[in-house]
């Protein structure tokens, strides 16, 4: 009888190790299951993340450029009207390429575009920054609370006006590059947004809204054009 309860007990070991063995590689299993639904998660919220971080990046470096070559063109004036006495209406912004402000090279020490003048290199904006349309330089609105607000000739600004630049373009400009302040820019329904300036002030309409006012940099929704409009003081008055 003793060697039928030792091949009984062998037996029972074998299944008790064959248990034991079947719940460690179970748990094994469940392990590995669990650290890669871990490693999904974790891998998924870093994309979302990166995401959401490379896009504020790029709308922080676009509207840096936005604000660059009007900012140049400001210092030109600025520098123009000390040094040279010229008045405002005196500037011209003539360029190649366009006759809307008048012909390059006829008055080239006013010219801001020309060397002899402002000697600022005239841009098209760079690919990407915004539809294609080019620099609006205007003299037929004004900002409220930048300078006087007559609503008419006399306190008319002078701006740039870049029209067609993208929404979260124009959310970070009025948030002033605080990722955390983006808001929905205002809607405006303005005349004279297209009005070039030749060398007179006229007055067509008042850009109006909490959000730009009296900033020198700011960008709405022009309902007239149908596009987020970038708007710059090169001049207040």
Same mark, same amino acid.
Not at 2 to 25: C, I, T
Not at 170 to 185: K, W
């Given at each position: ?75 030109? $004036?600025?520098? #123009? *009207?000390?040094?040279?006495? /010229? &008045? @405002? ?7 190649? %390429? !366009? ?79 605080? $990722?955390?302040? #983006? *808001?929905?820019?205002?809607? /405006? &329904? @303005? ?7 030749? %060398? !007179? ?37």
């Amino acid at each position: 009888m003793g060697e039928p309860v030792g091949e009984f007990a062998a037996a029972e070991a074998l299944v008790k190790k064959s248990r034991s063995s079947g719940n460690v590689l179970v748990l094994i299993l469940l392990a590995i299951l669990l650290f890669a639904a871990l490693g999904y998660a974790v891998s998924n919220s870093i994309q979302n993340s990166g995401s959401g971080t490379v896009e504020s990046e790029k709308s922080k470096v676009t509207s840096a450029d936005l604000q660059q070559f009007p900012s140049i063109i400001a210092q030109a $004036i600025t520098r #123009l *009207t000390i040094s040279r006495n /010229l &008045t @405002l209406e005196d500037l011209s912004f003539a360029h190649d %390429g !366009s006759l809307a402000y008048g012909t390059f090279g006829t008055q080239p020490t006013r010219e801001v575009f020309n060397p002899q003048g402002g000697a600022v290199p005239y841009q098209l904006p760079p690919a990407g920054l915004n539809d294609g349309s080019e620099w609006i330089f205007n003299g037929a609105l004004e900002l409220e609370d930048m300078g006087t607000t007559a609503g008419d000739a006399t306190s008319s600004d002078l701006l740039a006006l870049l029209p067609g630049v993208s929404l979260a373009s124009c959310r970070m400009i009025n948030s002033g590059g605080n $990722i955390n302040a #983006l *808001t929905t820019p205002p809607s /405006l &329904t @303005l005349v004279g947004e297209n009005t070039p300036f030749t %060398g !007179s002030f006229t007055y067509a309409d008042t850009i109006s809204d909490a959000a730009l006012n009296g900033r020198t940099a700011g960008c709405y929704f022009s309902t007239a054009l149908n596009k987020y409009v970038y708007v710059h003081v090169l001049a207040s008055r």
